[in-house]
């Protein structure tokens, strides 16, 4: 008797993302590996502000995706919720969840309740800076960081928060900077400093 071949759904945010790319290419080593099928459909984001991007204007059309993965069979469904809804509410997220019904879904760079999931440790990188910055001498840490409502940001920033605390440095408002992860923050570098 021949043994079920696996066929999973690989939902992206975007191809042209250096970080999307390397999930993607981790999880087709994945898929060789344990020789199940994959297919991917590479959206790009939900609630995405187009307004300063020009070239955004039309990657709804790419959200359209979505439909056609959630009315595959899929066995399985690996989607990078985190990235491809890191404007979206919590509520948004479940909905774009549940358009794939009872077909067991992997959350990946997000924690949805209800969903199995994969994501950073935020914390313990950014300790780690602001103690060797202090360790070096240094007192004005600032930290650049992205839109309150990225859970991975938002982590990163109470980690900086918590750090700062630790070190016996007060926290100032202006030695932070929220700007546009995805790369539209008119050149600036997304870095701790």
Do not use: W
């Not at 975007?14 to 999880?27: H, L, P």
């Not at 009315?71 to 358009?99: E, H, N, P, R």
């Amino acid at each position: 008797m021949r043994k079920k071949r696996f066929h999973i759904a690989f939902v992206e945010a975007n191809g042209m993302d250096k970080f999307s790319n390397q999930i993607v290419k981790g999880a087709m080593a994945v898929a060789e590996k344990y020789d199940v099928d994959m297919t991917i459909f590479p959206v790009k984001y939900v609630n995405h502000d187009i307004r300063q991007d020009v070239d955004a204007l039309f990657e709804y059309q790419y959200n359209s995706l979505l439909s056609l993965a959630a009315s595959g069979k899929f066995d399985y469904i690996v989607i990078s919720i985190g990235s491809i809804g890191y404007a979206c509410s919590l509520d948004k997220k479940i909905q774009i969840l549940q358009m794939f019904g009872d077909t067991p879904i992997l959350c990946v760079c997000d924690e949805v309740l209800g969903y199995d999931f994969v994501r950073y440790e935020n914390a313990v990188g950014i300790g780690e800076a602001v103690d060797y910055l202090v360790k070096s001498g240094r007192k004005n840490i600032c930290m650049m960081g992205g839109d309150s409502n990225n859970v991975d940001c938002e982590e990163r920033y109470m980690a900086y928060r918590a750090a700062l605390e630790r070190n016996q440095i007060p926290f100032e408002e202006r030695f932070v900077k929220r700007c546009d992860l995805a790369g539209r923050n008119d050149g600036e570098t997304d870095v701790l400093l």
